[in-house]
């Protein structure tokens, strides 16, 4: 996960702000039970005679070093704007005390609303505070909201979920998150082991750090325990009461960001005040994003700063509910720099401008035209299916995008529809109806749907899967009767896209998925039979007049000026499939090299090595692995740490096995290594 700043066809670098801002670095902030977090702090310098609203991020990535350089382009830009901006390590990372022990524990909420308690005390605090933050940073505002603080006025969230089972990183439609849920687990093992700064601590650093090393758990353990949706996911999903968040949200993400479909349901279930914003962006902030167009989002944070935290009527209430950008159609890249569309405005969503579209199986084709052909189609298991797809939460690195889809098509079901007869726009979720039976207990299904050009390229829009033992509900799956008939509805990812006339959708439909599903534990069968219940149901809306002016207000970006650094060793992307014939094995190796940056500030230098490999052999889901391997390191001077860790996920058809090893090194001298292994019986998987 690199945290750099891209630079964008146009970003202005403000240097004189309307209040001149001054930097607190290493302010501990006291928790009752005698712990301190670590926090900076940027605020106007006469903050304490005239007093200021807070702006809070609180995040696991370390202020000090791996986010410093995203954290100074943004901080100080709301400080210069009349806000304390503060910038909090989460217990157990960075140099707060403690041993981070999982996600969004309720611990870390306890702690939140003592910071609340915290700022409201300072002399420079008006007592009125808005949490604003990225995926982590997105999600604990959320959960935080909840407890309903009441200094707590609004948030804004990006790239987040509102639902920790069905929309993150560990599963996908109830099924194992292949793709994701070890690399993330392995993530924040590696990351959780990183030790204090002895120049901001003292000596205490290395106790706390032994313990770190000693006591942060592979998380995957955890969420491999939890394969339904319990009140382990429950818990910090808002949307099992989405009445307990009562402010007003800005809800902001990407189509080429993993966590889109939440922003349809926050606005649909949350106060009317709230809003949100889509536009064509990966998992980032969109004043940096990639693909362009970038927006001025830091001044669009202060409209609505401004609006909730000190009462300033800045016209973005009178804006629609919803501003999405409806992309083009673009012939299938695995890299985009910019994606042409539009921006258009929906007043309220479920939006009276999307109404839906019908599209029946006949033969090997979809058609409007609901006289379907009775033809079952049987549609058998290719393990190596879903290897072209890209990844699962672009960060806008090169290469993580889908490819090209006739490199998939032919291990599939494609049904094609006839060209078009006119340009089409979708914006909101897709879903696969379908009517259906299996030849095993254990099943899933995957459904795509692809923009094919008139030239043959086939561009993958939206997908999505179900784990079909999960028909019923998550939290109390059941195995399937082989040849029984059952029905099913399949969601698929939200979408902002335009179709033109002469282009075909493909609809695709699979029972395999690797490496975005842990495969089924034996080879499916899966028999689509082509009735009135079985169809691709599309989100198609209507123009209106007034999304010309739809975007208009936003600005060129503007951020705070980055600060200086020295690159050490630059990033480095690679991304490869592998496919042996004569064994028929598949490998996707992913490699991202985050390069090595010094911190002039601090003297502080780190990077990492990240090398996740994906393998499956042809007719053997039995043999799905994936490991992950982490070179990370921190230090200054003559005090130099590194951490390598190893991760690995397998299964039979009865458990999932885990490997995890963590080996820690000072100045070159390995001082710790460790290995957990644990069995997790399948359920349902």
């Known amino acids: ?35 301190k977090l670590a926090a900076t702090i940027w605020l106007p310098e006469d903050a304490t005679e005239n007093p200021v609203p807070a702006i809070l991020e609180y995040i696991p990535y370390r202020q000090n070093d791996f986010t410093a350089i995203r954290d100074s382009i943004r901080h100080p830009y709301f400080a210069g704007h009349g806000y304390a901006s503060i910038r909090v390590d989460i217990r157990g990372s960075g140099n707060s005390d403690g041993v981070l022990l999982d996600e969004y ?30 995926s982590w940073g997105g999600f604990n505002g959320l959960q935080v909201a909840e407890r309903q603080h009441p200094a707590l006025k609004t948030v804004i969230t ?33 990351y959780n082991a990183r030790p204090q700064d002895p120049a901001v601590v003292g000596a205490s650093w290395r106790d706390n750090w032994l313990d770190r090393l000693e006591n942060t758990p592979p998380f995957v353990e955890e969420w491999l325990t939890h394969q339904r949706r319990d009140d382990y996911w429950k818990y910090g999903s808002i949307c099992e009461d989405f009445s307990k968040v009562d402010i007003p949200v800005f809800a902001v993400s990407g189509w080429q960001d993993g966590y889109t479909n939440a922003v349809f349901r926050l606005l649909e279930h949350l106060p009317n005040q709230s ?44 804006e629609p509910k919803l501003l999405s950008w409806i992309q083009d159609s673009e012939l299938p890249q695995v890299t985009y720099e910019k994606r042409p569309g539009k921006w258009v405005g929906d007043n309220s969503w479920p939006s009276e401008n999307v109404s839906s579209n019908k599209w029946w199986l006949k033969g090997q084709s979809i058609t409007t035209d609901q006289s379907m ?48 007869e006119e340009n089409v726009e979708l914006l909101g979720k897709p879903t696969f109806h379908a009517e259906f039976s299996v030849d095993q207990e254990n099943a899933f299904i995957m459904a795509k749907v692809n923009d094919k050009a008139p030239t043959g390229e086939s561009t993958m829009i939206t997908w999505g899967m179900l784990n079909l033992n999960h028909l019923e509900s998550h939290e109390d799956p059941k195995a399937l009767s082989p040849g029984e008939k059952y029905r099913v509805r399949v969601d698929l990812n939200v979408l902002g896209q335009q179709i033109p006339a002469g282009h075909s959708l493909e609809l695709v439909l699979a029972p395999t998925y690797w490496p975005q599903a842990w495969p089924s534990p034996k080879p499916v069968n899966l028999t689509i039979y082509q009735s009135e219940n079985t169809y691709l149901e599309l989100p198609v809306r209507t123009a209106q007049p007034e999304d010309k002016g739809a975007g208009d207000h936003f600005q060129v970006p503007e951020t ?45 230098e780190h990077g990492s090595i990240n090398k996740n490999t994906f393998t499956i052999k042809e007719n053997d889901p039995l043999s799905a692995k994936v490991t992950c391997e982490w070179e990370l ?33 000072e100045n070159n001298k390995e001082i710790f290594q460790k290995e957990w292994k644990k069995t997790i019986k399948r359920d349902f998987q």
């Open 1 to 35: 996960m690199v945290f750099n700043i891209k630079d964008s066809q146009e970003r202005r670098v403000i240097k004189d702000f309307p209040r001149t801002v001054k930097k607190l670095e290493n302010v501990w902030i006291p928790m009752s039970d005698g712990a």
């Open 105 to 134: 524990l309720k611990q870390e909420h306890d702690d939140a609303l003592e910071i609340f308690d915290w700022i409201c005390q300072q002399e420079w605090s008006t007592g009125s505070i808005g949490m604003i933050g990225k």
């Open 158 to 190: 990006l790239c987040s979920t509102d639902d920790r089972y069905a929309d993150d990183v560990h599963y996908k439609g109830g099924n194992v998150l292949a793709s994701d849920m070890l690399w993330w687990a392995s993530t924040m093992f590696v």
């Open 275 to 318: 809003k949100g914003l889509i536009g064509p962006w990966a998992h980032e902030y969109p004043e940096v994003a990639t693909p362009e167009p970038n927006i001025g989002f830091l001044q669009e944070c202060l409209r609505w700063w401004d609006q909730w935290l000190k009462g300033i009527d800045t016209g973005i209430m009178e």
């Open 373 to 420: 052909s009775n033809d079952p189609v049987v549609i058998p298991s290719m393990q190596e299916h879903g290897f072209y797809n890209g990844v699962f939460c672009p960060f806008g690195q090169p290469g993580d995008l889908p490819a090209d889809q006739r490199l998939e098509n032919g291990k599939a079901a494609v049904f094609t529809s006839a060209p078009l």
């Open 560 to 604: 705070a000026e980055v600060m200086e650094k020295e690159v050490l060793r630059k990033e480095k992307r690679t991304r490869e499939v592998k496919h042996d014939l004569i064994n028929g094995i598949w490998k996707l190796e992913d490699m991202s090299d985050e390069g090595e940056r010094k911190l002039l500030s601090n003297g502080v």
């Open 633 to 665: 390191n921190v230090g200054r001077e003559d005090w130099q740490t590194k951490l390598e860790s190893f991760s690995e996920m397998t299964s039979d058809q009865d458990n999932f096995y885990l490997v995890n090893r963590l080996i820690a090194y």
